[in-house]
């Protein structure tokens, strides 16, 4: 949004997904298939049913279990025992909390949501006019250091790296011991982070 319509966004708060450039060799599919293979996540949801039918194998509640017990890994080699292993839940996710995201996710099942990962290569074509266009509104960025995305290859470097593609950021802040959904986990250091940055902000208006 930020790049494609800049006038609508005043500022931005990204978390736990980075910002990666448009790259000319391919989508961020292709890339990962190129530097490690066919085993990783986002090239396993490509093909319509097979990710749907694994997750109602291990079941909603399993696969949600496996989830936010922060035992999901990129890397799925052997599909046959994909989303199996479970631990306990963190204390940010409730067995309310659990059953409210299965429940929503029975009513249309998972390929919705898988979509986002299949249509990578329809975005990537879709958005060659904006090569090398940067995000020109005042930017924070916060992941967990325990976050998968935190551990993609070149994930590190790409991120301290922000600022060639965001002349505005503000801040990178790596949140020690949190995993991928930060808002959740760590409600108090976003809202800190997003209020402070908010507050600066308005005052140079």
Known sequence: MTIFRPDRVIALANL???????????????????????????VKFQLPGEAEA???????DGFFRHVFSNKFTPLLPDWSKAFEEKGPLPESTSEEDLAHYVSE?????FTPALNYYRAFDLSWELTAAWMNCKVLVPTIFMIGDQDLVYHFPNAQQDIQRMAEHFPLLKEITIV???????QVERPDIVNDHILKSFKNFLAKL
Request: net charge neutral; aromatic share 18%; charged share 20%.
């Open 54 to 60: 694994r997750i109602e194998q291990v079941t909603y």
């Open 16 to 42: 736990s997904v980075y910002y990666t450039p448009r790259n000319p060799k391919g989508s961020f599919v292709t890339l990962m298939r190129e530097h490690v293979g066919d085993d990783h996540y986002f």
């Open 105 to 109: 996710f029975q009513k249309h099942g």
């Open 176 to 182: 020690e011991g949190a995993n991928h959904f930060l």
